[in-house]
């Protein structure tokens, strides 16, 4: 049997989507460690981007933590998590290893996205005696969305597929349908994995992208 019969074959098995270890509960799992994960870098990425580009400051600061983000391994930081006292954290160490690699993306678009606004168009509304907090709300930051949302869904993506790890320590997710098939030489299986967790990127992408089409009338209204 070809693999990408074999693929389909397992995918459309019943007795693979119940259960403790069947599609569904892995995808639960994978779920809430990434969006966990996600909503605490957001939480601490995007206040602290979007105020150093209102302010003009911190450029710097915010390429090297995107620099260091992006040479650290994910699974390295996971690892010396595994060998510290929170081994025993649960998800603890998967989700703190998933922030950092999902804040330099956010941290840098959002800085970016900030100092690139016009800065003609903010001496205008400053001009028109608008306050800081104003310029910020109603000029730099409906300017800057697009590029804060190319680095949510980015770090999101990037989020999704890299959870997969936590099946490398023994933790839930989808991760632990492809390491299964790792180890019983079932490359279906494993076929059938990836393609769980790219349609779930895929999927959280594209209700990132329609989410913002919604919202975005109503703040521009």
Do not use: K
């Given at each position: 049997?070809?693999?990408?019969?074999?693929?389909?074959?397992?995918?459309?098995?019943?007795?693979?989507?119940?259960?403790?270890?069947?599609?569904?509960?892995?995808?639960?799992?994978?779920?809430?460690?990434?969006g966990?994960?996600?909503?605490?870098?957001?939480?601490?990425?995007?206040?602290?981007?979007?105020?150093?580009?209102?302010?003009?400051?911190?450029?710097?600061?915010?390429?090297?933590?995107?620099?260091?983000?992006?040479?650290?391994?994910?699974?390295?930081?996971?690892?010396?998590?595994?060998?510290?006292?929170?081994?025993?954290?649960?998800?603890?160490?998967?989700?703190t290893?998933?922030?950092?690699?999902?804040?330099?993306?956010?941290?840098?678009?959002?800085?970016?996205?900030?100092?690139?606004?016009?800065?003609?168009?903010?001496?205008?509304?400053?001009?028109?005696?608008?306050?800081?907090?104003?310029?910020?709300?109603?000029?730099?930051?409906?300017?800057?969305?697009?590029l804060?949302?190319?680095?949510?869904?980015?770090?999101?993506?990037?989020?999704?597929?890299?959870?997969?790890?936590?099946?490398?320590?023994?933790?839930?997710?989808?991760?632990?349908?492809?390491?299964?098939?790792?180890?019983?030489y079932?490359?279906?299986?494993?076929?059938?994995?990836?393609?769980?967790?790219?349609?779930?990127?895929?999927?959280?992408?594209?209700?990132?992208?329609?989410?913002?089409?919604?919202?975005?009338?109503?703040?521009?209204?």
């Amino acid at each position: 049997m070809s693999v990408p019969a074999g693929t389909w074959r397992w995918l459309s098995d019943s007795g693979h989507w119940s259960g403790e270890s069947g599609v569904w509960h892995r995808l639960a799992e994978h779920a809430y460690v990434s969006g966990v994960a996600l909503a605490v870098a957001c939480a601490v990425a995007l206040p602290v981007g979007l105020w150093l580009g209102h302010v003009g400051r911190g450029g710097a600061l915010a390429a090297q933590v995107s620099n260091v983000g992006r040479a650290v391994p994910v699974f390295a930081v996971l690892a010396l998590f595994m060998v510290s006292p929170l081994r025993n954290a649960g998800y603890l160490p998967t989700i703190t290893a998933l922030v950092l690699f999902a804040v330099p993306p956010l941290l840098t678009n959002a800085y970016v996205g900030v100092r690139e606004v016009d800065r003609s168009v903010v001496e205008a509304a400053r001009g028109m005696g608008m306050s800081g907090g104003q310029v910020f709300r109603r000029v730099e930051l409906p300017l800057a969305r697009p590029l804060v949302m190319t680095g949510l869904r980015s770090a999101a993506v990037q989020v999704v597929a890299t959870a997969t790890i936590a099946a490398m320590v023994g933790q839930g997710g989808l991760g632990r349908i492809i390491t299964a098939g790792f180890t019983t030489y079932d490359t279906p299986q494993v076929v059938a994995g990836a393609l769980l967790v790219a349609l779930l990127a895929l999927v959280v992408e594209g209700v990132l992208v329609l989410g913002d089409r919604l919202l975005w009338p109503v703040r521009r209204r």
